[in-house]
């Protein structure tokens, strides 16, 4: 596999690139497959911090082609992503629109939330991995990347995208882009997940191979200002943040510094490499031991080196169950297995989803242990 190599920040163009962090020969896809560990390709994940403008990027860029040649439909399972795209959804209402383009709409979570409007418009969902059928006639499924489709002539009054940010591997293009498909006065609504938040509490989901820089509300504001973009309005949770933003005529951009990045991302390894320890000092070989999530969660403490044999990875996506985690040998188990152990002990570390996650392991099997 050739990699591309990130050589200067996504942010400011500049080339002072330094390495902060290197997870060695890390999977590249965070999902699961029914092919044999030979097949699975590795890359370090290489951090790297611009001096100039402060923020954290990916070194080494896993090609499009090779990334999501599998859709592992991230935010299609639980109630927080169910919670998010009907709050996302409520937020676009307030607005009105006419003829929608969504970058990146998977299987049409989004729309779901649209059927019930009774309103003639357009809805466009643009999606690399796969054209989905959609019963209602107001909507149409494109398969490609954004960054690649001709539009031709097509302009949109409302453009969407909800954590599709953090992927691109160029945001200022992929802005741009979005502002050559709007006229002034056209209103693009995004949905990033709340980086900051993430990383202070530890979240492995929040930059990875598919995450591939730091972005918060101050750094989107530099890239939409760049774009003739203007915010409009913020509504900010710890799992997402959402923003409006409206296309104007010109704007102006400042120094761009932004000093946070380099600050919670060393906290954050540091913070890894603490519960690693601590993991590890309350495991026996004895014990029966599950990790929850057959993703970027459990492959980062498995990279990191837990020293227990894993039994197996606990996921509640019936696509993922009995298949195998992506980079490891552990097959993929219904949470329902716990049934029959005695005090199994759950190593989970899912972000803002544990905690709904725990109470459901919990009524399987009270006698569950969490680390």
Not at 172 to 183: G, R, T, W
Not at 287 to 307: E, M, P, R, Y
Not at 325 to 333: A, F, M, Q
Request: aromatic share 12%; charged share 25%; hydrophobic share 35%.
């Amino acid at each position: 596999m050739e990699v591309l190599e990130r050589n200067k920040c996504i942010v400011t163009g500049n080339t002072d690139l330094k390495n902060v962090y290197t997870f060695k020969k890390f999977p590249v896809y965070c999902g699961c497959v029914d092919t044999s560990v030979g097949n699975d390709l590795f890359c370090d994940m290489s951090w790297d911090i611009c001096e100039s403008s402060g923020n954290i990027q990916l070194k080494y860029l896993i090609p499009l082609d090779i990334l999501y040649s599998k859709n592992h439909n991230p935010g299609s399972v639980g109630k927080t992503w169910k919670e998010h795209h009907e709050n996302f959804s409520n937020f676009i209402k307030e607005s009105e629109y006419e003829n929608v383009l969504e970058i990146g709409g998977s299987t049409g979570n989004l729309f779901d939330n649209f059927i019930s409007e009774d309103k003639d418009f357009t809805w466009t969902v643009l999606e690399p991995s796969g054209v989905f059928k959609f019963e209602d006639p107001r909507v149409k499924s494109i398969q490609d990347f954004f960054e690649d489709h001709d539009f031709g002539d097509e302009k949109y009054d409302v453009i969407v995208h909800s954590h599709v940010l953090e992927h691109v591997y160029n945001p200022i293009e992929f802005v741009s882009k979005a502002s050559e498909l709007m006229d002034v006065g056209g209103v693009q609504y995004i949905s990033i997940p709340n980086m900051r938040h993430w990383l202070e509490m530890g979240y492995t989901n929040t930059l990875f191979f598919e995450h591939t820089y730091y972005i918060d509300i101050d750094i989107l504001e530099y890239i939409l200002t760049k774009n003739n973009f203007v915010i409009d309005k913020i509504i900010a949770g710890n799992h997402s943040i959402f923003v409006k933003s409206v296309k104007v005529d010109n704007t102006t951009t400042s120094n761009a510094y932004f000093e946070k990045p380099k600050q919670i991302f060393g906290k954050y390894i540091e913070g890894l490499e603490e519960d690693i320890l601590s993991i590890n000092s309350k495991l026996s070989d004895d014990d029966n031991v599950f990790l929850f999530g057959a993703h970027i969660f459990s492959q980062t403490l498995l990279s990191l080196g837990i020293k227990s044999k894993v039994l197996s990875i606990l996921d509640n996506d019936k696509k993922k169950q009995d298949k195998r985690l992506y980079g490891t040998d552990l097959i993929v188990k219904d949470p329902k297995v716990l049934y029959n152990y005695t005090e199994p002990k759950v190593i989970i570390r899912a972000g803002v989803y544990s905690e709904e996650i725990k109470a459901q392991l919990l009524s399987i099997n009270p006698t569950t242990k969490f680390l």
